[in-house]
């Protein structure tokens, strides 16, 4: 097909502007996929972060604020759950095991957990996988901790080290426990998800290291020290959450309800993943603004390239007025000028979709190491393949402007050769 | 079927015979062109004498098919092309026609070779003639060389570089290529110093006989005439004027 040569020729003859024309859609289109990954990658890591788990308890809360502060370590727990409740609940005979947690105090900007060894066997993310330990074990004396592998990594802690935990959940602290320090016991492994940034230490820890405290400040003249404490009651009064596994899924919704009618204390039980649904709910509008400015970005790339091809078209007159005196239809010029816009379309998404896939490459362990988001490389969705189908057509009829320009121009024309 | 024109119908028709044609082109600048009757035999070299402003594209734009008058009767080769549909006008001009513009002739991105082989993707026909004796390729570099285009320039040369006159004489290939009936060539030598116009019209002359092709060339300049079998005026066949009333 010579007309068609000649139209790519035409193109290769203008390759600047058709460069960066093609630059500029496949910016646009790599904007518009990689916010769907991000988008995509967060979701999964969140519903990735709890697996296994059949109810979450907490004090009376919203769902989602309770999954946030229990689960993903955000926020503060409003209330606790009194220990009798706690060990009422635990024994009912629906439950196959349950992990009480306890938070409230933090190590140089890492949150402290206070849990049993269990939650090392039952905590599981990514469908199926557990916790597992880079080096070390599970505390098993009272002043030992587990660290995740963020917190070893940043502070470069490995078994043995002894750290200080500090009241409160501030980066700086101002209060610390500075006279019963920990020693690391474990560091677990990369997860991806909260662990990695968590401290944990034993229930009776969280306890002992708050002995000589009341109201968030140690009693003055009153100091037990660490070996004094080894002796004493350490049963802990109160604990922030508990996580729930059950022996039959079927039994979920009737203990649910039963928590929730507690009689003794007012408590929440709720599904982890009917919370995350909720929380998708909530920042569903954000996700939807952000869709929305990346098919604006696509749209003015789009326009970009139309506003090329039109003005270039007066220059192209003459290569109207040529193919229409060899016997061209003006169909045909139309068709050529859709051609165009389409080429330089399928070439941008082409070009997108290559960016991309080198950015997640290079950028992936970056952003899995820095903010705990997994980005899987995998092949473009069946939904994906439609929005870059859709935008290829787009791109075609966007060409129809510039075209209808031209295919009036050569009617206009005739014969005339203008320069 | 040439019922405008005063002689009896003949073996071969008239390369071109008009009668009561009025076209007035679209748009704000309304320009109007009139012919009565006129009529062109075939297989002669005919000068067509027009100052600027005469109507002469839009005469030649209406003998090409590539517009239509708004009425009137327009025969090419025996074929009223004003009861075509444009499609089909389009492809009738691909077929049997020939043109060179007075400048700009080529595509400055192709080859010279592609720039030449360029109408025979809208006319199976001049291709098959094209084709006959080997292919079109092999045909556009002997039509090349006939009409004295250095042979480095001809294959997979661009015809960005060419100068006028070798560009001109792409173009003459172009036109010839396939053996149309009618080479129309629009002042094809106005760009042309006066010795490289000789040798040009002298090369064009030959090829046209040779395919048996009828020449029309327009041009405002009458030291021509001696050269060509039949001089008209162009203010003689068709009377233009500014304004939308023919």
């Known amino acids: 097909m010579i007309v068609l040569r000649l139209a790519l020729q035409s193109l290769r003859n203008r390759w600047l502007t058709a460069t960066l024309t093609v630059f500029a859609i496949a910016v646009s289109i790599m904007l518009l996929l990689g916010v769907e990954k991000v988008r995509a990658g967060a979701r999964q890591s969140f519903a990735d972060t709890i697996s296994g788990t059949d109810l979450i308890v907490g004090a009376r809360s919203g769902s989602i604020q309770l999954l946030l502060y229990a689960v993903f370590r955000i926020g503060n727990a409003t209330n606790n759950i009194t220990w009798p409740s706690y060990q009422d609940i635990a024994s009912r005979p629906e439950i196959a095991w349950v992990v009480p947690l306890s938070l409230g105090d933090s190590h140089r900007g890492f949150r402290v957990l206070g849990t049993t060894p269990d939650y090392f066997t039952h905590y599981k993310y990514r469908q199926t996988h557990g916790l597992a330990f880079a080096s070390g074990a599970p505390f098993a004396d009272l002043f030992d901790a587990v660290v995740g592998a963020d917190v070893a990594a940043a502070l470069g802690y490995k078994v043995g080290d002894r750290i200080i935990v500090s009241h409160g959940l501030g980066a700086v602290a101002f209060v610390e426990h500075d006279d019963k320090p920990f020693r690391v016991s474990g560091v677990l492994e990369k997860t991806g998800t909260p662990v990695d940034r968590t401290v944990h230490v034993s229930l009776e820890a969280i306890e002992a290291i708050h002995v000589d405290w009341q109201s968030g400040g140690r009693v003055p003249g009153q100091s037990v020290s660490a070996d004094d404490v080894r002796r004493m009651d350490l049963k802990p009064k109160a604990i922030t959450a508990a996580l729930i596994g059950l022996k039959s899924r079927l039994a979920t919704f009737r203990v649910q309800r039963s928590i929730n009618e507690y009689r003794a204390e007012p408590l929440s039980a709720i599904l982890p993943g009917a919370a995350l649904q909720e929380l998708w709910g909530l920042v569903g509008t954000a996700e939807t603004a952000l869709k929305a400015v990346s098919a604006m970005v696509v749209a003015t790339a789009l326009l970009g390239m139309v506003t090329m091809i039109l003005t270039t078209l007066n220059e192209r007159r003459r290569e109207m007025a040529i193919l229409r005196s060899v016997g061209a239809r003006p169909r045909t010029v139309l068709g050529l000028l859709m051609a165009e816009a389409g080429v330089l379309t399928a070439t941008g998404i082409a070009l997108g979709v290559v960016l991309l896939y080198a950015a997640l490459l290079v950028l992936q362990p970056y952003v899995d190491a820095t903010y705990g988001l997994h980005l899987p490389i995998e092949p473009p969705k069946p939904a994906e393949l439609a929005t870059l189908a859709t935008i290829a057509i787009a791109g075609c009829l966007a060409g129809l402007l510039p075209a209808l320009r031209a295919y009036r121009l050569s009617l206009a024309d005739g014969m005339t050769v203008r320069t | ?246």
């Not at chain 2, 405002?220 to 066949?237: G, K, N, T």
């Open chain 2, 1 to 246: 079927m040439v019922a405008a024109t005063s002689k009896p119908r003949a073996e071969t028709p008239d390369v071109i015979a008009m009668s009561d044609v009025r076209f007035v082109w679209p748009g704000r600048n309304a320009f109007s062109l009139a012919v009565d009757s006129f009529a062109l035999p075939a297989a002669k070299r005919i000068l067509l004498i027009g100052p600027s402003g005469s109507g002469k594209s839009t005469f030649l734009s209406l003998i090409c098919g590539i517009v239509a008058p708004q009425s009137g009767r327009i025969e090419i080769l025996g074929t009223d092309i004003t009861r075509l549909p444009a499609s089909a006008r389009d492809g009738f001009r691909a077929e049997h026609f020939g043109i060179i513009f007075q400048i700009f002739n080529l595509l400055p991105y192709g080859t010279v070779i592609d720039n030449v082989l360029l109408p025979l993707s809208f006319a199976p026909n001049r291709r098959k003639r094209a084709t006959a004796k080997g292919s079109a390729e092999d045909e556009a570099v002997r039509l090349l060389t006939r009409l004295g285009l250095e042979p480095n320039l001809t294959r997979g040369h661009s015809a960005a570089n060419l100068s006028v006159g070798q560009q001109q004489r792409v173009a003459a290939a172009r036109a010839l290529i396939g053996s149309p009936e009618v080479i129309v060539a629009d002042e094809p030598t106005s760009a042309l110093d006066r010795n490289r116009q000789a040798a040009f019209l002298d090369l064009l002359f030959t090829e046209v006989a040779e395919a048996g092709a009828t020449l029309i060339m327009v041009s405002h300049d009458e030291s021509l005439a001696p050269r060509f079998d039949q001089v008209m005026q162009l203010d003689e066949i068709a009377t233009s004027r500014q304004g939308a009333d023919p």
